[in-house]
């Protein structure tokens, strides 16, 4: 593994019980590195980051991250690590600052009150910081979970589709958030269904579908045009191979 | 011990606010208890007798409504999972939430002991240190288990069906030495004399403290 990868996924898989979410693939991540996965609903987007994140672990394969076995060095990753997910990991009967705090300590954040001023003043909440995270809108707490995901400064971040419920103003903020976030030392994985979105800031492009990685290419070799014919083309033969669902109970 | 300290004092802070758990299970003692002194004449030969059923009972029932509702907090939002993705042993996290449920049935159990002694008009301040330690040990035992079942049972459709099937089968020989000790007690026996059953307590207490830390992690996983 060179030194500059911050993720290494070789015949990586995971399986539950006889549905396969992800068939052995291969990935690989360099330091700095903002990855878009684009892939439909099922396609095993959410099972690869839940892996990458620790959370589950994987049927088969070896996965590094940042040189480290999560298996046997999970603290040591989770510390360099964070995800961003479908749900927010807030806790609605505490305050936004609260929330922070909490987290803060529990990564063992440095000089932690500055740093929460810090990501509040980013994330546009500082006004609204004594405020109970249950009184904010579904777009305020999307950003603060961004916070609450880049407080410890985290290596390698994790996005589950971060723009789903967002209403355009909230889209275009948490972009510029991200366009911050990379900056040449974080790494980052992005799952979207969102083509202009994801394409918009990455440095690569990879389509997962039906739990194989069936396409990644540097951004600078992909037109826009023909990246969506691409994804549709590869959408649409996941479908023609899937075999029809049986309503007898049988499962896929 | 100090990433303990931290989820110890977010669950205070929480609870402070809703006080969701401490409510809900006073509110179910108390009614037992008030509905106990309608059935049996205060100050009678009765209340002593059945006072230590009737005690574990309400707290048995009403410690599984608030173990539940300390992990529905964790459920909300996912915050379990922002939990596990804490850099640090998934032991603690579990040790965290099993420490902040034992000061919350304490808390309701000593609110409920004058309440109990005022309603059926009986004694039980002389026996209080010796009740104290047998509470406090049992309540241990008794949020150990439930804590870990309450974090499996938490995504299942049927919560409050599964946390008492999986929990009461387990807790049976708790419940058997916490009402015997306690009747031992109130019936005017040393804390000595009904060592046996304290020692039963405390091997259950570390057996499933110990074993709930190393599994947690597997219990909740995916």
């Not at chain 1, 579904?138 to 410890?152: E, T, V, W, Y």
């Not at chain 1, 980052?188 to 800031?201: Q, V």
């Not at chain 2, 603690?92 to 109990?116: C, D, Q, R, S």
Request: proline share 4%; hydrophobic share 50%; glycine share 8%.
């Amino acid at each position: 593994m060179g030194k500059a990868s911050v993720v290494e996924a070789v015949g990586l898989s995971k399986q539950f019980g006889h549905f396969i979410a992800l068939h052995p693939l291969d990935l690989q991540l360099g330091s700095g590195e903002f990855l878009s996965i684009f892939g439909p609903n099922g396609a095993g987007k959410t099972t690869l980051l839940k892996v990458l994140a620790t959370l589950m672990k994987p049927s088969s394969g070896q996965v590094r991250i940042l040189g480290l076995d999560p298996s046997e060095d999970g603290i040591a990753v989770r510390r360099q690590i964070s995800l961003v997910s479908h749900s927010t990991f807030l806790y609605e009967n505490l305050t936004a600052y609260e929330n922070l705090l909490f987290y803060g300590r529990m990564y063992e954040v440095e000089n932690l009150p500055k740093r929460i001023a810090e990501v509040f003043e980013e994330v546009g909440l500082t006004s609204r910081q004594r405020d109970l995270v249950g009184s904010f809108s579904d777009g305020m707490q999307r950003r603060l979970s961004i916070a609450r995901a880049f407080l410890h400064r985290p290596r390698l971040l994790l996005l589950d589709e971060p723009y789903v419920g967002l209403d355009p103003e909230a889209a275009h903020n948490l972009g510029k958030v991200l366009a911050g976030l990379h900056d040449g030392e974080r790494s980052l994985i992005m799952t979207t269904h969102n083509i202009s979105r994801g394409l918009e800031l990455c440095d690569r492009a990879a389509i997962l579908v039906g739990g194989r990685l069936v396409y990644d290419e540097v951004r600078s070799a992909i037109s826009a045009d023909d990246f969506e014919a691409t994804y549709l083309a590869a959408q649409h033969q996941a479908r023609a191979v899937r075999p029809p669902r049986r309503f007898d109970g049988g499962g896929p | 011990m100090s990433k303990l300290i931290v989820l110890l004092k977010k669950d205070f802070t929480a609870e402070l606010r809703s006080k969701d758990i401490v409510l809900t299970m006073l509110l179910f003692v108390l009614l037992v208890i008030v509905t106990f002194s309608f059935a049996f004449e205060p100050g009678s030969i009765e209340v002593g007798v059945l006072a230590p059923g009737m005690l574990w009972i309400s707290f048995v029932f009403a410690g599984v409504l608030g173990l539940l509702r300390s992990f529905v907090n964790e459920q909300q939002n996912d915050c379990l999972l922002g939990l596990m993705l804490c850099p640090v042993d998934r032991g603690v996290v579990y040790l965290g939430k099993a420490l902040g449920n034992i000061i919350f049935m304490l808390a309701v159990e000593a609110v409920t002991l004058p309440v109990f002694a005022l309603l059926l008009n009986f004694d039980i301040w002389r026996f209080l240190p010796a009740i104290a330690v047998i509470f406090s040990l049992c309540t241990v035992g008794y949020a150990a288990v439930g804590t870990l079942f309450s974090a499996m049972a938490i995504t299942m459709r049927s919560r409050e069906l599964m946390l008492p099937l999986l929990q009461f089968p387990i807790s049976v020989p708790l419940i058997i030495a916490a009402v015997k000790a306690t009747g031992g007690i109130l019936a005017g026996q040393t804390l000595a004399e009904v060592s046996g059953w304290l020692k039963l307590v405390g091997a259950f207490d570390v057996i499933f403290l110990t074993v709930s830390f190393l599994i947690f992690e597997y219990a909740i996983a995916e």
